[in-house]
């Protein structure tokens, strides 16, 4: 008569019970593979259940027919090889996850398919010939010659995993790997306790101890999931490149950037902004059978494919952009959403997930000023790079080493004829001494923190010059402040502090800022610059012409002189439109009050015409370029000695 202890298996079912319980309460959406895992459970549970009932039905042989032993035993045997076959299934997929090697995971399926065939055909073979199990003539259940075969189906499945994990070993990820460490030798170590001692039934702690494993490594993946959209987090983006270049796999990355979305958030409120970020990821998830998506800033997503051809990635790019030139719906309403797109194709170059996120962020960078909004990261896109990086180094060193040089334009005076301003603006030279643009770096110092540094500068170098020279003979020097200078808390106490140790009055400092500056915190600018300007310093609008160029910006602000850009002046002699709205502009300005500085002017005619319309001061090339210190002060000094009111 058999004889087993089912007080293990009572156990393992309580605890696939509680594993139940958790899972479906707690609904992770951030689990892998939810539904294999969610079959795994069941057919654990099942198994387990059926182990327990069979103990009975052997008991009591003797009362049911022959066939219900039969059929409950073999159910049995064919549930536990099922739930091995599933979790091989299920962490084979993991495997595979981030590997682009679609041949290999369905040749590894179909064995695990294979096998399990195999051992379902044993079992129909059993019933006859009983090589797994058997009852005697006195209904007594017995063990056939093959009854570990399920053992040794377990065994290929376990060796199959473990030689996907080597080969791989680079493309699998972090809980993965530590599942494959734990999970072969406790699997290993229970199945031999289970063969040593056959009578105490034990093949539910085996399978609870694989639903754990896998339970207790993959709960953490959640954290790794974007909390609003369903895809992946910039974290979890970083680790798939990580994963995909360490297996040395070919891939395209695609970044999608959307702009201005606190206007969608405003409009339609942040219920609504976040459910279109939703929809979009959503989008994007289905949108390639293999492609992964991340949500990697607030309003940018990222989905990462296999490269399969220069042709396909394109195409898939084109898709893309073309969807994105398409109207979304929000609450009902049609928005087209203003976005820029790069990609990058990944053929085993040397590269790092970091060179590939600063890639992907240098080529949106430019994305803006193409007109089909668009960057694929190439080698000239690459060179681009570098030279910035090159700059950014530069201006670090000339930070450290005190390079910066500030040079200063005169600016002629319209009705004395004099040059009493001048413009100060900084310079920086590579190593092999050529100028580099401000326009270039000057960007770049606002985007890396350098900008305070440069501000400096120019400050201290300007109140030196006011120092060393006689208001009578300069004015008024103009400075040019960054956003975030003029958004600085110190900037009222630096100032007051450069006035004070180079003794100069602050009404010959002019503070030279863009409408772009001026938008960014409307009422704190407004305070910000009546204090100045009670302080003495006087204001003026830079840039005006470009941009928005918005009236109200004049109105709002009490601006000693608006300085017209280039642009509008350099057609202003032979451009009948321009003449007219610079005409217009400077009767207005002058209505308002306030000064016109004409900027960019390069020819007499130009300047001959600016004169006779009333402009109060004149910046450009056609009376001189922006020039060193001494050289500036020398300028004054000839030029103002021959000016004609001398
Ligand atoms: P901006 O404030 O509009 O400065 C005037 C720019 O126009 C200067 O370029 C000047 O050299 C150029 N310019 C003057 N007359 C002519 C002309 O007749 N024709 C042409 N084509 N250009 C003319 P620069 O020095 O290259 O400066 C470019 C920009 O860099 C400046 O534009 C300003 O926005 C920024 N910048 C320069 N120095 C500083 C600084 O110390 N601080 C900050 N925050 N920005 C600065
Ligand atoms: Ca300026
Ligand atoms: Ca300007």
Redesign the pocket.
């Known amino acids: 008569m058999n004889k087993w202890f089912l007080s293990a298996e009572l156990f393992s079912l309580i605890i696939i019970l509680i594993l139940m319980l958790n899972f479906y309460e707690r609904r992770w959406r951030g689990f892998p593979q939810r539904k294999t895992y969610q079959l795994c459970l069941l057919t654990s549970g099942g198994s387990i259940l059926l182990n327990i009932l069979c103990v009975y039905t052997i008991y009591y042989a003797w009362e049911l027919p022959l066939w219900v032993n039969l059929l409950c035993n073999s159910l049995y045997f064919l549930l536990i090889v099922a739930v091995s076959t599933i979790v091989a299934y299920y962490l084979l997929r993991l495997l595979f996850h981030h590997i682009y090697q679609q041949r290999q995971q369905r040749i590894f399926t179909g064995i695990l398919f294979v096998l399990y065939l195999f051992y379902f055909a044993l079992i129909l073979y059993n019933l006859h010939s009983g090589i797994l199990f058997y009852f005697n003539e006195d209904r007594v259940y017995c063990r056939g010659p093959l009854i570990n075969v399920g053992y040794g189906i377990m065994g290929i499945q376990l060796l199959m995993l473990v030689y996907v994990t080597l080969r791989y070993r680079k493309s699998v990820s972090l809980p993965m790997r530590r599942v494959m460490r734990i999970l072969p030798p406790i699997i290993l170590l229970l199945t031999v306790y289970q063969l040593l001692y056959p009578d105490v039934l034990f093949n539910g702690g085996i399978i609870v101890a694989a639903n754990i494993i896998l339970m207790v490594n993959f709960q953490s993946r959640r954290i790794e999931q974007d909390t609003l959209t369903s895809s992946g987090s910039r974290n979890s983006f970083h680790q798939e490149l990580t994963l995909r270049l360490g297996g040395h796999q070919h891939f395209q990355v695609i970044i999608i950037s959307i702009h201005k979305f606190g206007s969608i958030n405003h409009r339609y409120g942040h219920e609504k902004g976040d459910h279109l970020l939703y929809e979009i990821a959503l989008w994007l998830e289905r949108l390639h059978r293999s492609g992964n998506s991340y949500r990697v800033g607030n309003v940018d997503f990222t989905l990462l494919v296999p490269y399969t051809g220069m042709v396909s990635s394109r195409k898939l790019l084109d898709t893309i952009c073309q969807r994105f030139s398409q109207p979304w719906d929000v609450d009902g309403t049609s928005v087209i959403l203003d976005t820029t797109f790069a990609d990058l194709i990944c053929t085993d170059q040397d590269w790092d997930a970091t060179d590939i996120m600063e890639f992907l962020d240098f080529s949106l960078s430019l994305a803006k000023d193409r007109p089909d909004r668009t960057v694929r990261f190439d080698e000239a896109v690459y060179r681009r790079m570098e030279q910035r990086n090159q700059i950014i180094k530069r201006m670090q060193q000339a930070v450290r080493e005190n390079l910066f040089q500030v040079w200063y334009?005169p600016i002629y005076h319209c009705a004395t004829g004099k040059f009493a301003m001048a413009?100060?603006?900084?310079r920086m030279m590579d190593s092999e001494g050529n100028l580099i643009?401000?326009?270039i770096f000057?960007p770049l110092a606002e985007q890396h923190g350098l900008?305070n540094e440069?501000?400096s500068i120019?400050l201290l170098s300007a109140g030196r010059l006011l120092e060393n020279t006689d208001p009578e003979q300069l004015k008024v020097v103009s400075?040019?402040?960054?956003m975030q200078q003029f958004m600085s808390a110190d900037l009222v106490s630096d100032l007051q502090a450069l006035t004070e140790r180079f003794h100069f009055d602050p009404s010959r400092l002019k503070l030279?800022l863009t409408e772009r500056v001026l938008s960014e915190d409307i009422p704190r600018m407004k305070q910000m610059m009546t204090e100045l300007q009670q302080m003495g310093f006087l204001f003026s609008l830079?840039?005006f012409g470009i941009g928005y160029s918005n009236l109200s910006t004049v109105l709002d602000y009490s601006f000693s002189s608006i300085k017209l850009d280039?642009s509008l002046i350099q057609g202003y002699s032979d451009n009948k439109q321009f003449a007219f709205i610079v005409n217009a502009m400077l009767d207005l300005f002058h209505h308002m009050g306030c000064q016109v500085v004409a900027?960019?002017?390069?020819t007499e005619a130009q300047a001959q015409a600016l004169i006779s319309r009333g402009a109060d001061w004149i910046?450009?090339?056609?009376y001189a370029k922006?020039m060193p210190e001494a050289e500036f002060l020398q300028f004054l000094q000839d030029q103002n000695a021959a000016s004609p009111e001398n």
């Open positions: 334009q413009e100060a603006l900084v643009s401000p326009s000057i900008i440069i501000g120019t400075v040019n402040l960054s030279e830079d840039d280039k900027e960019g002017v390069e910046q450009g090339f056609y922006p």
